[in-house]
């Protein structure tokens, strides 16, 4: 099975940080990940082939309390022919996907048909050029264990946290 975790975020907005951050901590410590802050066409393409898309960003606060971790599934085939054509008439970023977009960019040009999860997590600060809150930060060995279970791999995440909390030190946040 072809599995690909992906970190979606803008490293320069706090917790927005975490999905880049933490993805490349994953990859860091052996764990199949890449970090993107990509436009959501180019993001779209990481998806070819793959049978299991594991998604790591942030979500709107509607979804809980700051800290709290939710995990969604992405089907795109559960929307209609007419839901699919509302979900492109609306003007799409290209410079900051979310995990939605690059799934069903992918699954209606064909190039993807595995299942997408979100393992996303409620911001408590978005703050411009502000490091990760340590409510955030507190999260990353629960978030790699979702992952972990998720994809059933074998992930070492004490190497996750301590390769993210280098990370954060290497630049500077």
């Not at 979606?8 to 993805?23: F, K, R, V």
């Not at 049978?51 to 209609?80: C, H, K, M, N, W």
């Not at 048909?113 to 990353?140: D, M, N, Q, R, Y």
């Amino acid at each position: 099975m072809k599995t690909i975790i992906i970190g979606i975020g803008n490293t320069m907005l706090a917790d927005d940080a975490i999905g880049p951050l933490t993805a490349q901590a994953l990859k860091n410590c052996g764990a199949p990940a890449i970090s993107l802050e990509l436009d959501a066409f180019t993001a779209a393409t990481y998806l070819e082939n793959v049978d299991l898309a594991i998604f790591i960003d942030t979500l709107e606060p509607v979804y809980g309390r700051p800290g709290q971790i939710i995990q969604l599934q992405l089907d795109p085939t559960r929307l209609s022919p007419e839901e699919m054509a509302k979900a492109f008439s609306r003007e799409l970023s290209s410079h900051h996907p979310t995990p939605a977009d690059v799934v069903l960019l992918a699954y209606s040009s064909g190039i993807f048909k595995g299942k997408a999860i979100l393992i996303g997590i409620v911001p408590e600060t978005l703050e411009f050029a502000h490091p990760p809150s340590t409510t955030t930060i507190s999260k990353i060995k629960e978030i790699c264990g979702k992952v972990a279970e998720t994809a059933n791999l074998q992930i070492d995440c004490n190497c996750v946290e301590a390769n993210f909390k280098e990370i954060l030190e290497t630049l500077k946040m």
